[in-house]
């Protein structure tokens, strides 16, 4: 099973092009107007300018996930996911957090049984929380935990030779 995890940075303008499975797109990835099959959000509505929240609630999903009570108002259908903090290992059936929503997501694809899982618009270039040390922490996360997803028979691509995860993820050849 192919996932494509959406985000928002640029790589991600064109991800519906690359067939897959199934998609998880974060945040307001609506912006590249093509529906997802989850809607992730770990953010709470009041952390997003009003253009964004206002992208977030025109995007067309199968069903919305989030950590929290905070975007019960705007989608009651909601389900909701327990985040447990990466460490050392990765379990099945635990959803893992890190510093972005995209991490998150991998966790998602991981659980959904995905072979492959497609990363697009997960830049982290001009992230606007993930800067220095924290931007080497989460790519440090990344690394450790697309390793153990591919020891698992899961393997992490980029959809574009793009953004600064360049440095250790091979770019999708379907």
């Not at 905070?70 to 389900?79: G, L, V, Y």
């Not at 959904?112 to 922490?137: C, E, M, R």
Request: net charge positive; hydrophobic share 35%; glycine share 6%.
């Amino acid at each position: 099973m192919i996932v494509s995890i959406v985000a928002v940075g640029e790589s991600g303008s064109e991800w519906f092009k690359t067939p897959c499975d199934y998609s998880i797109g974060v945040n307001d990835c609506q912006k590249w107007n093509h529906p997802v099959n989850e809607l992730l959000l770990i953010n709470s509505p009041k952390s997003f300018t009003h253009s964004r929240l206002e992208t977030i609630k025109s995007t067309k999903f199968d069903k919305v996930l989030t950590h929290s009570g905070t975007w019960d108002k705007i989608f009651p259908q909601n389900e909701r996911i327990r985040l447990q903090s990466f460490s050392k290992h990765l379990k099945k059936g635990h959803v893992y957090s890190s510093k972005t929503s995209p991490f998150v997501a991998l966790s998602l694809a991981f659980n959904l049984g995905a072979t492959d899982v497609i990363l697009h618009g997960v830049d982290l270039i001009s992230h606007p929380a993930i800067k220095d040390k924290l931007l080497n922490y989460e790519l440090r996360n990344f690394d450790k935990i697309t390793c153990m997803m591919a020891d698992q028979g899961c393997k992490v691509w980029l959809g574009k030779d793009y953004g600064v995860l360049t440095k250790f993820l091979p770019v999708w050849n379907g």
